[in-house]
């Protein structure tokens, strides 16, 4: 078993871009803490040993310690977990800044949702914490002996210049993490932005500029000694992400709570993405999820879209014959123009392939 995820629903407040799944309903953290306890008995335990745990959100800094701390025990008490494994939990600034926050002793790193470092888009972005607090926090979770930090950045807010993001950059490499990850600003259809977008309050940035700050991402980071290991991540040598490589590697994993995912290989299962329809089946012993097998088509498609964001890209010797030759023969025009390369038993994206990369995949997908 490659990693667990386990979703922690809960925020303060809702950012206008977000789309994940959450809530407000702050005084459901006690039952829900213990729903995810029931359901790691209610679900069969994986046989392979768990090399990575993420509890991801939501906003998992707003559990308590003692509700942290008590999830992470029961996790450690049901499954068996490597004594190397890669423990993450994503954090606020301004939680982390809180005088009363504290992590549980097995939590090895932390992952952080900077954004920017300028006050004003924070505050455009409903974000709760301010640029200082992320000082704060980093410094803070040095003390406490986190070495293996990782920050989110978002590049393409309306109206922002090249000159605003290469201060961004600037700004998280001071910060000397271990770890970046940084995405376009996107508008995602039912969220608060995506409104604003559709009732004229806001604009997207032009493709033009929207490539030059990518393209100053990538030479910024790596310069600076990050290796470009996916589309949008970047890390220190030996400080990948192992639990999100796992979704890219074709691993299998298990998910934890409302609205969270599980893959086993043959088949794709999902909770249901409500707080009070999980907790009441959770309570009646039964876990409420769909689920989709995964036939040698779907598996292939996947790979396409997930293999193929990494650096290594996918490893053909993973496909069956007709797949195979299917995939060369639509990479062709890609490789012959050289946004794709072919090599060895190895296809992967070129530096000028990653800039259609949707393009390509969709191209490459079986239909």
Partial sequence: MAGLYIHIPFCASR?????????????????????LCREMR???????????IYLGGGTPSQLSFGRLSRLL???YKVYEVSPSAEVTIECNPDDVCHEDFALPPVVNRVSMGVQTFSDAQLQFLHRRHSSRQVWDAIAKLRRAGIHNISIDLMFGFPDETLIQWQNDLQQALRLQVEHISAYS??????TPLFRMLEEGHVRETDEELMR???ETLVDTLTHAGYEHYEISNFALPGKRSRHNSSYWQDKPYMGLGAAAHSYDLHQRQWNVSNLHAYLQAIEGGKVPFEAEPIDEATHYNDLVTTALRTCEGMNLQQLSAP???????????????GTLAHTG???????????????????????
């Avoid at 600003?185 to 039912?190: I, Q």
């Fill in 185 to 190: 600003l996107m508008y995602e259809e039912g």
């Fill in 73 to 75: 025990s029961y996790i």
């Fill in 212 to 214: 030059s700050m990518y």
């Fill in 15 to 35: 950012c206008i871009y977000c789309g994940f799944y959450s809530t407000t309903h702050q005084e459901l953290q006690e039952r829900y803490v213990n729903a």
């Fill in 42 to 52: 209610l679900r069969p335990a994986p046989h392979e040993v768990i090399e990575t």
């Fill in 323 to 337: 797949y195979h030759d299917y995939l060369l023969a639509q990479a062709q025009p890609f490789i012959e123009q």
């Fill in 345 to 367: 038993n190895r296809l992967h994206l070129t530096p000028q392939g990653i800039f259609i990369s949707d393009t390509i995949m969709a191209a490459l997908v079986y239909v």
